[in-house]
């Protein structure tokens, strides 16, 4: 059904949450609810992922290329591996998909009027809501700053962060005393006027751990300045950059053995530069679907899971420097061998209050990069805050999209000395399943 607002003031704000256990689609405007609708997600073995999406694609009728061209009428794509939204002439309320949400046929095409691409598609487990979100740490608008680069005086190498198919050409930066020494900056040789805020399209913006990658590519730079050959900063581990490794292991009597970049590594590295170790995080930044700059940020107990949340803004008042932020925590399971590899030690509690505002606090953004985000930022920016970095589904002509994992019912074994368990009524497994968010 849609609600007597059918039609929200803008598209770029609108928030699409899908909840699974519910079988319902709701639309927000903001905390307004603008629409709502049952629709039909995966079955077992073809189910819908949960995460953070956006609409990728837009199409008024499409055909399936997995599934004997199936029509997709009003289909909006959320990867490119497959899922979307379509009109389906099926939609019985419970799991009946491949994978994408079945819709009804109105409600499909009145949907499709109301959204842009790059629209905001959260799918979830347990139904959730978007609530006001106020801490002094969230991104305000600021007055327009003269437009220039974000580095203005360093110099624009490129290289490559891969997607899932074709590689993503962006510029770095190499900052002789920065202790991240690289990270990428703008894609264009100047960055875009700052206009109306209309014109200007919503920033996406992760904030999440540094991975392999980032670590590895401050590593060639360090390992460049001492003199050894990495064949560039691009955070693959090539073959020069394997020699390189093995190299300065040598000198500093360090094991060969073992994984290629290690802590003892690392620690030996930054010593012998004389450098302090980056910090903890990373902020990303995408803008219509490219990437625009990225940078270190520190992360306050880092041992402790960041969870996985998503936030939004709308009601930007640039003269007044004020805006309004919405935020959504979604549960993420994180195996153990994940947590061990990201040096987690304490894994988050999603149901804890203000869970997004403590989280989002414990971000530690540099000054610069907080002043460009606030001068570019308008109605529909978002920030996206998760422990496991970029997933398989972010990469060329994306936003960042975040894949949730439920948490496995627990099982309880029963003593010996019982013979036959107890039968668990519907309604009480329900309850349990809500409990770990399975329903």
């Not at 599934?67 to 997709?72: D, E, F, I, W």
């Not at 000198?251 to 903890?280: C, D, H, I, M």
């Amino acid at each position: 059904m849609l609600s007597h607002a059918a039609f929200a003031e803008g598209a770029r704000t609108l928030q699409i949450i899908v909840s699974k256990d519910k079988q319902a689609l709701t639309v927000y405007d903001g905390d307004t609810v603008v629409a709502t609708s049952k629709v039909s997600t995966g079955k077992a073995g073809h189910s819908t992922p949960s995460g953070i999406f956006s609409i990728l694609e837009k199409r008024k009728y499409h055909e399936s290329n997995i599934y004997s061209n199936a029509p997709m009428p009003w289909m909006q794509r959320l990867t490119w591996s497959g899922i979307a939204l379509h009109e389906s002439s099926s939609v019985p309320n419970y799991p009946a998909s491949h994978g994408c949400v079945r819709m009804p046929g109105a409600f499909a095409k009145s949907l499709y009027q109301m959204t842009e691409r790059g629209a905001h598609v959260i799918i979830t487990d347990a139904q959730i809501a978007p609530e006001r979100i106020e801490t002094t740490n969230l991104f305000m608008p600021r007055k327009p700053l003269p437009a220039g680069p974000l580095f203005p005086d360093v110099e624009l190498r490129t290289s490559s962060i891969r997607g899932d198919s074709k590689p993503v050409e962006v510029a770095m930066n190499v900052v002789p005393d920065n202790p991240a020494a690289a990270h990428p900056a703008v894609v264009t040789d100047a960055q875009p006027a700052v206009t109306a805020d209309d014109d200007v399209a919503p920033l996406r913006i992760l904030i999440t751990r540094r991975s392999e990658r980032e670590t590895l590519m401050d590593a060639q730079v360090i390992l460049q300045d001492l003199g050894f050959e990495t064949g560039g900063a691009d955070g693959f581990a090539g073959p020069l950059t394997r020699s390189a490794i093995a190299g300065f292991k040598r000198w500093k009597s360090l094991s060969l053995k073992g994984p290629l970049v290690t802590p003892e590594f690392l620690n030996a590295l930054y010593e012998t530069a004389g450098r302090p170790q980056p910090p903890a995080g990373q902020i990303m930044v995408r803008q219509n679907f490219e990437p625009l700059f990225e940078a270190p940020v520190g992360i306050k107990d880092p041992h402790i899971a960041l969870g996985t949340h998503f936030f939004n803004v709308d009601k930007i008042e640039r003269s007044a420097e004020t805006a309004e932020w919405l935020g959504i925590t979604l549960p993420n399971q994180l195996s153990e061998a994940t947590m061990k590899r990201l040096g987690i030690i304490v894994a988050d509690d999603p149901h804890a209050p203000d869970a997004a505002t403590r989280a989002f606090e414990r971000i530690e953004i540099p000054a610069d990069i907080r002043d460009r985000i606030e001068t570019l930022m308008t109605n529909g920016t978002s920030v996206t805050i998760n422990d496991q970095g970029l997933g398989p589904e972010t990469g060329k002509g994306t936003d960042f999209v975040t894949i949730t994992h439920s948490q496995p019912p627990k099982v309880i074994e029963a003593s010996s000395s019982v013979t036959k368990p107890r039968p668990v009524r519907k309604s009480q497994a329900r309850a349990q399943y809500r409990s770990i968010g399975l329903y």
